[in-house]
């Protein structure tokens, strides 16, 4: 996501991280602040970098329940390493 970040973080869908970075962007314009274009985010704030981080999540989550109640279902194979989303390891209820 971060010019030059080796964090470790990766896409897992090819072909989303151009959609992913428009994503960052667009939160970061609904919370004010304000990015320099070059797209280095090293000068803003832990504050707000995790804000838009945190808002990314929450929207992520938001649109996964909105599939989810309207019958569109995640698919198995779609979550990390092809685990899929049928629930939370050793059984139980997913919220």
Partial sequence: MAEGSKTGNRI?????EQAMDNFKYEVARTLNINVPQ???WG???ARDC???G????RRMIQLAEQSLAGGGGLT????PAGGGFGGPA?????R
Avoid: C, N, P, Q
């Fill in 76 to 79: 198995a194979g779609a979550g």
């Fill in 12 to 16: 897992l869908v090819r072909g989303a």
């Fill in 90 to 94: 050793g059984g139980g209820t997913v």
């Fill in 50 to 52: 995790g804000a838009v």
């Fill in 43 to 45: 000068d803003l704030s």
């Fill in 54 to 57: 945190g808002h990314m999540v």
């Fill in 38 to 40: 070059g797209g280095y």
